[in-house]
């Protein structure tokens, strides 16, 4: 059984930085694809970055390039999401998703392992 935990949500100003953590236990992830999500009040669950375990190759939505780093630790199975310049927009649940899957990876069905959410506000 897989397990994602996420980490490191919280208040921070617009303009301001947030990193946010995503622990896999289970098993190993070298042919995974591991991705955030995130959900606003109202919304949708939408696509925000993803990582290519084994190729290191990164996605971003557009909304967030330029402003978001996705980054792995292979040591320690963790995916870090690195958020600068926030927004108020980007207030929402964070979510961590992985899949062995290699279709629709901005797709949450595309994702069958998920954790709780961490929230994110920005404050204007």
């Known amino acids: 059984q897989v397990q994602l935990v996420e980490s490191g949500g919280g208040l921070v100003q617009a303009g301001g930085s947030l990193k946010l953590s995503c622990a896999a236990s289970?098993?190993?992830?070298?042919?995974?694809?591991t991705a955030w999500f995130r959900q606003a009040p109202g919304k949708e669950r939408e696509f925000v970055a993803s990582?290519?375990?084994?190729?290191?190759?990164?996605y971003y939505t557009d909304s967030v390039k330029g402003r978001f780093t996705i980054s792995k630790d292979n040591a320690k199975n963790t995916v870090d999401l690195q958020m600068n310049n926030a927004k108020p927009e980007d207030t929402a649940v964070y979510y961590c998703?992985?899949?062995?899957?290699?279709?629709?990876?901005?797709?949450?069905?595309?994702?069958?392992?998920w954790g709780q959410g961490t929230q994110v506000t920005v404050s204007s």
């Open positions: 998703a992985a899949t062995s899957g290699v279709l629709n990876l901005r797709v949450p069905g595309a994702y069958n392992y």
């Open positions: 289970g098993r190993t992830f070298s042919s995974y694809t």
């Open positions: 990582i290519r375990w084994n190729s290191g190759r990164t």
